[in-house]
């Protein structure tokens, strides 16, 4: 089973900021790595997929990059309604497909 | 628009039994593949299982193997997963989430449904 390790736990940041959120795999998926947002109550949200592309109706300020074993999403300038749980997810070596722990990315 | 609507959740007892339901719209149903993800409370997500876009194809988490059967009613545009010998760590919610491509097994999820809480506790 594929493990990812996303790095740190918790980003503090402030609008306006640019984020880096890590994701690691216990070994090479190639590109086949997604990132997806969540908010409180709300079910998550596809943001990027296949590494580096973005999904339908993503901001320009989301992007993805990485292959192999390390992955960073990058959101250039936060925006408020940008805080939230961050998870990258593999679907190279399935099943099972995995998740990260997620990251969350809150107000500093 | 595309909407996925979950039903089914509640409360029941370890050993119970619960079906879940999955009402799709806004795309061709029967020409995308469909997975069941959990997320225990305050917890990750968990994918639990996957059915193709045809049935042939059906996939479980370990730890549900033997205890969930997924299935789909392409007629009905509806997925379904019935859970059995339900346990405590099974208390999540449930989202149906819908593949990216058609007739394909991508395992890239663009659109979700609201979830149901399934609370297994005596």
């Known amino acids: 089973e594929i493990v990812l390790t996303q790095s740190p736990a918790t980003l503090s940041l402030s609008p306006g900021d640019r984020a880096t959120l890590s994701c690691r795999a216990s070994?090479?998926?190639?590109?086949?790595l997604a990132w997806y947002q969540q908010k409180p109550g709300q079910a998550p949200r596809l943001l990027i997929y296949?590494?580096?592309n973005r999904a339908t109706g993503i901001p320009a300020r989301f992007s993805g990059s990485g292959s192999g074993t390390d992955f960073t999403l990058t959101i250039s300038s936060l925006e408020p309604e940008d805080f939230a749980l961050y998870y990258c997810q593999q679907r190279v070596h399935w099943p099972p497909i995995t998740f990260g722990q997620g990251t969350r990315l809150e107000i500093k | 628009e595309v909407q996925l609507v979950e039903s089914g959740g509640g409360l029941v007892q370890p050993g119970g039994s619960l079906r879940l339901s999955c009402a799709a719209s806004?795309?061709?149903?029967?020409?995308?593949?469909m997975n069941w993800v959990r997320q225990a409370p305050g917890k990750g997500l968990e994918w639990v299982s996957f059915?193709?876009?045809?049935?042939?194809?059906?996939h479980y988490t370990d730890s549900v193997k033997g205890r969930f059967t997924v299935s789909r009613d392409n007629a009905k545009n509806s997925l379904h997963l019935q859970m059995n010998s339900l346990r405590a760590e099974d208390t999540a919610v449930y989202y149906c989430?819908?593949?990216?491509?058609?007739?394909?097994?991508?395992?890239?999820?663009?659109?979700w449904g609201q979830g149901t809480l399934v609370t297994v506790s005596s």
């Open positions: 806004g795309f061709t149903f029967s020409s995308y593949s």
């Open positions: 070994q090479s998926i190639s590109s086949y």
């Open positions: 059915v193709s876009f045809d049935s042939n194809i059906i």
């Open positions: 296949d590494a580096s």
């Open positions: 989430a819908k593949t990216t491509l058609e007739n394909g097994h991508d395992q890239n999820f663009d659109y």
